[in-house]
């Protein structure tokens, strides 16, 4: 276990090395660089910049050196002094441009997936046991439902109705009397006032997925004869269920559980570009639009290292979950 | 062929697992699905219902009473009534799609600046005076004097007749046959007629959404068909030679796998260039979202061949000397193909949701070009909601076409594997 453990490490740093690379590549895709872009503010202020002080300012953020050069310098300053670079539409760095926010997106993130979780699993369950009853009828109907609704065209159907029949507006995450304020008891009531709404749409689509993963993998097992020996033993209903079929069932679950980390940091950029929250998805978006490239691809880099870290863990907590897997492992 | 009709005699009496008999059966079961394969899958009105004809049965009988695997599946499918009602509704969209210039009553760039944000008229069939014939009111505009927008009244003592195959807006039948006849409209084109409203530049929104399904729908095919040619291509040498050849195309899998989608599609779609024109966008907007969806499509591939490599009748076939491709396309593709086909219906409606949401977004197609994305981003300001709340139609497009896809989706997943 532990030299697999080992070994998927080490192929973990490789590909992490890859994506760095195609994220600097998508960084220097778009015409212009950091000094056109200084340029052009500069002239947005009326002030000019002649060409030597162009070539000198060039030649100090070297960028006429080779890629690999610039490549270096980018990595070298990221992994020994987490130095993400400098935003060019905020004139502030990345990083912490980037931490500002992750607090919200995380909180968001985490009560979206236990709102999920808290739904979709007893839904799921009850569906596969009670195949083809009217609840059976009624959670498919509304697990299509939920798959076909982009997430965006329910957050506008929302504030519609929150404006046209409630008289309130859904947007952002505090009344606007407590958006300055500091902490207090009514501020988190506020928050939570405003907060489920995202969470509810947030989670839809994933419910309406789980549902649908849920049912298709316990009736794969429901009917498999381990099931029908332990009801020939005369275990009760209940406990059969959770005991084999159910755990059985949550494997899959388990081998995706760690693509839940960078869906903490990225939050859920559409929903939250819509309802104007404060979370790191805006960010993102803002960055990709003025093309600030050091922010985007800081935000991929991230993003991309926690999916890689995220894999391994979930492939470490499926082997903890699922002996069967366990054992291939220690095999190979 | 008698050969082969004497042996099969033999064979298919016994149950032995001999692999003659098994390598003899897989040989019947490719020319079959092959002669399964001229009928086409989606034939509606099938010939199941009303019994084979005599000729069909005949062969049906020689063979030992099997229908081909298609036929096989096309069964099982209709028994999932709803997903065969949503394949209607799919092709019915489609259709639809074709022929947008004509079902639509207006044009998606006919603009009319007097009834920006005109609301929907109802149709209706019975006028007191008039007698029977379809007609709609007219408005009595009047402007607001704050704000100087128009304040749309209906004027239920108008009346504007209404007629079939009238012509009105002239437009490019298929961008190429002038025309100007649309399926329904005004009789006299300069009176307005905005069954779903009209958006602030008086446009016609239920003309919008016609001629803006063709990019919508046409993306999900055309990058689902990228995917497959990718996917089958790199996941068939994946899983057929194994070896170095797996363990490089595996890692470049998990590599792609391990980018965030959206972070990825959008920038990536910042860095196309403002230049290109709306064809050029289109097409790297597809080709952006085909970037990931292969990689699906090439697991499931490799992990079908990796299974069938082993089957007894791929060995019998390579002992017979069949050349790789032959065992490739004669055997093994045949086999799971049916698969393939369910999961590319699958994957079309998230390319279309991929797409809407770039184009949403502001990074997808761009204002002239007319998607069902770029027609909701005039929905993005709650203001403009308010005003005019039928700007969110574009997403009932969206909603009725993704569900009625996953719908055939499903029933065509559970229909793949028909033996079952």
Known sequence: ?332 | MTERTERRDTGASGTSTDVWDASELELEGATMSQEGMEIPLPSPGGDDESGPTPELARAALAQGGTASQWRLVWRRFRRHKVAFVALWVVLAIYLIMAFAEVLAPSTATAQDPDYAYAPPQALHIYHPSEGLGLYVHDFTVTQNPETFANEFEIDTDSYIPVGFFVSGEPYEMWGLFPMDVHLIGPEDPDRPFYLWGADRAGRDSLSRILYGSRVSLSIGLVGVAISLVLGIALGGISGYYGGKPDTLIQRIIEFLMAIPTLPLWLALSAAIPASWGPLARYFAITAILSVIGWTGMARQVRGKFLSLRTEDFITAATLDGCSRPRIIFRHMVPSFSSHVIASLTMAVPGMILAETSLSFLGLGLQAPAVSWGVLLQDAQNIRTIETAPWLLLPGLAIFITVLAMNFVGDGLRDAADPYK
């Open chain 1, 1 to 332: 276990m532990g030299k697999y453990t080992l070994r998927r490490i080490g192929l973990m740093v490789i590909t992490l090395v890859a994506i760095s690379f195609v994220t600097f590549w998508i960084i220097q895709l778009p015409p212009g660089d950091y000094v056109s872009t200084l340029v052009a503010q500069a002239e947005s202020r009326g002030q000019v910049i002649t060409p030597e002080q162009m070539a000198a300012l060039r030649v100090r953020y070297g960028l006429d050196d080779p890629f690999l050069v610039q490549y270096w310098n980018w990595i070298s300053n990221i992994v020994f002094h987490g130095d993400f670079g400098q935003s060019f539409a905020y004139n502030r760095p990345v990083s912490t441009l980037i931490w500002d926010r992750v607090a919200l997106s995380f909180f968001l993130s985490v009560s979206t997936l236990l709102f999920v979780w808290a739904v979709a699993f007893p839904v799921g369950i009850y569906s596969a046991v009670k195949q083809y009853s009217p609840g059976d009828y009624i959670a498919t109907f509304f697990g299509f439902v939920g798959m076909a609704i982009p997430e965006f065209l329910l957050a506008l159907v929302f504030l519609w109705l929150g404006v046209r029949y409630f008289d309130q507006s859904a947007g952002g995450l505090f009344s606007p009397e407590y958006v300055d304020a500091a902490w207090n008891l009514g501020k988190v009531l506020d928050l939570a006032s405003h907060l489920w709404l995202p969470i509810l749409i947030i989670g839809i689509s994933g419910t309406a997925g789980l549902i649908r993963v849920t049912r298709a993998n316990l009736l794969d097992e429901l009917y498999k004869p381990y099931v029908i020996t332990a009801r020939a033993k005369g275990l009760s209903e209940w406990k059969l269920l959770v005991k084999y079929p159910v755990r059985m069932s949550l494997s899959p679950f388990f081998s995706t559980v760690g693509w839940l980390l960078p869906g903490l940091i990225s939050g859920e950029t559409i929903i939250s570009i819509v309802l104007s929250l404060p979370t790191t998805g805006p960010l993102l978006f803002g960055g990709v639009l003025s093309q600030d490239m050091y922010l985007v691809g800081s935000f991929i880099l991230i993003l991309s290292a926690l999916t890689v870290v995220g894999t391994l863990l979930s492939d470490l907590a499926l082997a903890w979950w699922d002996p069967r897997i366990r054992r291939r492992y220690q095999e190979s």
